[in-house]
């Protein structure tokens, strides 16, 4: 099974309604919505930096935002998805 690592070199500054995300490593910014800059540290201080899966994932959202099964699967697609691409998160093997 795939496992994820969070870039532990993300940085996020928050606005009223905005933030942004500060990838050092690639020196990029991303704009994000507040909604989802709070879900990026939400997840982000439950993972503490250990490996996660999709699995891991779709728990989190089906528990924490109260999804069904169906939307939390296809929300992780779509989040991870947008994470990788940006390298806020990263593909990782399990040792």
């Given amino acids: 099974m795939p496992r994820y690592r969070l870039n532990p070199r993300v940085y996020v500054e928050m606005f009223d309604d905005a933030a942004i995300l500060f990838i050092a490593d690639r020196e990029m910014l991303v704009t994000v919505n507040?909604?989802?800059?709070?879900?990026?540290q939400l997840f982000r201080s439950s993972c503490t930096g250990r490996p996660f899966?999709?699995?891991d994932c779709r728990q989190f959202l089906a528990t924490n935002y109260e999804l069904s099964v169906e939307r939390a699967m296809s929300?992780?697609?779509r989040l991870l998805g947008f994470a990788l691409r940006h390298r806020i998160v990263q593909r990782g093997e399990v040792h």
């Fill in 53 to 55: 899966s999709r699995q």
């Fill in 34 to 40: 507040r909604a989802a800059a709070e879900l990026y």
């Fill in 75 to 77: 929300e992780t697609a």
